[in-house]
């Protein structure tokens, strides 16, 4: 009778995916659907949450409506870009704050979510 000693085990390894780049695009809504189906049908609830989960008070994106630009959605958008190292323009922050306002917020809460949980484990087995 012989016995089969195993000397290793596969390792797993840590694979991060952090980077100078947004994690999804402006247009990537349909990444989280119920996020995107949030910010379409309550896009105050939304974007209240989507504060209170970047660190900022909660009512901070009701002041959205004075000017043409909407300045908390600008400033979020910018404090999360420097709060991770993201490339970017405070211009084209301001272009995606006036065009597509939801789109915005549902950018910085997926970007949020996925920089909360950076580390992915990879189990290699031979």
């Given at each position: 009778m012989s016995v089969t000693?195993?000397?290793g085990q596969p390792r797993p390894y840590i694979m991060t995916t952090v980077n100078n780049e947004w994690s999804s695009g402006i247009c990537d809504c349909f990444q989280d659907l119920p996020q995107c189906c949030l910010s379409f049908w309550c896009p105050c609830c939304f974007a209240c949450k989507t504060s209170y989960e970047?660190?900022?008070c909660v009512?901070?994106?009701?002041?959205?409506?004075?000017?043409i630009i909407p300045p908390i959605t600008t400033a979020i958008r910018v404090s999360i870009?420097?709060?991770?190292?993201i490339e970017g323009t405070i211009c084209k922050d301001c272009v995606y704050a006036?065009?597509?306002g939801p789109c915005t917020w549902c950018q910085?809460?997926?970007?949020?979510?996925?920089r909360t949980n950076p580390i992915?484990?990879?189990n290699l087995s031979a």
């Open positions: 000693t195993v000397v970047a660190g900022e009512c901070l994106p009701l002041l959205n409506g004075c000017g870009r420097q709060r991770y190292g006036c065009c597509c910085v809460a997926r970007e949020i979510k996925t992915t484990f990879v």
